[in-house]
């Protein structure tokens, strides 16, 4: 990674775009869902997303989340086709939401507005499952 930061012209590998902070496990203690840069995306916006937990012993662990590989499909229609990003997080009332923006020349509407396409995801107990997706105009 460092050679492919050197070339980039970045001074740095990983650059946090933004952090939102909740409860996705429900366990009283927040999580920390990071968006972030990598050296090597360009200008085409974050390309690293990932939801943190620190442990009872101070260590910090990632949490598993479903649906990230480009094969992955959720109610038969493969998940990252056609999207850019991810765009912006949030967590709201123990959610994850994940904002993507589409990207292709017949990418959704909504009315007079594009899309952004919403993975909303739910603590099943083992990970951060895909609970459904929803879209909504860009704001």
Not at 22 to 47: H, K, M, N, R
Not at 80 to 103: F, N, Q
Request: aromatic letters at 8%; a negative charge.
């Amino acid at each position: 990674m460092k050679e492919a930061c050197e070339a980039s012209g970045k001074d740095e590998p990983v650059e946090i775009e933004n952090t939102v902070f909740g409860d996705l496990d429900d366990d009283g203690d927040e999580e920390a869902a990071v968006l972030a840069f990598s050296c090597q995306v360009g200008q085409s916006g974050p390309d690293l997303f990932a939801v943190f937990k620190r442990q009872a012993s101070g260590s910090i662990t990632e949490l598993k989340l479903e649906g990230t590989q480009e094969s992955a499909k959720f109610k038969n229609s493969k998940l990252l086709h056609d999207l850019r990003g991810p765009w912006s997080v949030e967590i709201d009332k123990g959610r994850l939401v994940v904002r993507y923006l589409s990207w292709a020349a017949d990418a959704p509407k909504c009315g007079e507005s594009d899309c952004t396409t919403d993975f909303v995801y739910q603590w099943d107990g083992q990970k951060l499952a895909l609970i459904d997706i929803t879209q909504s105009p860009v704001k």
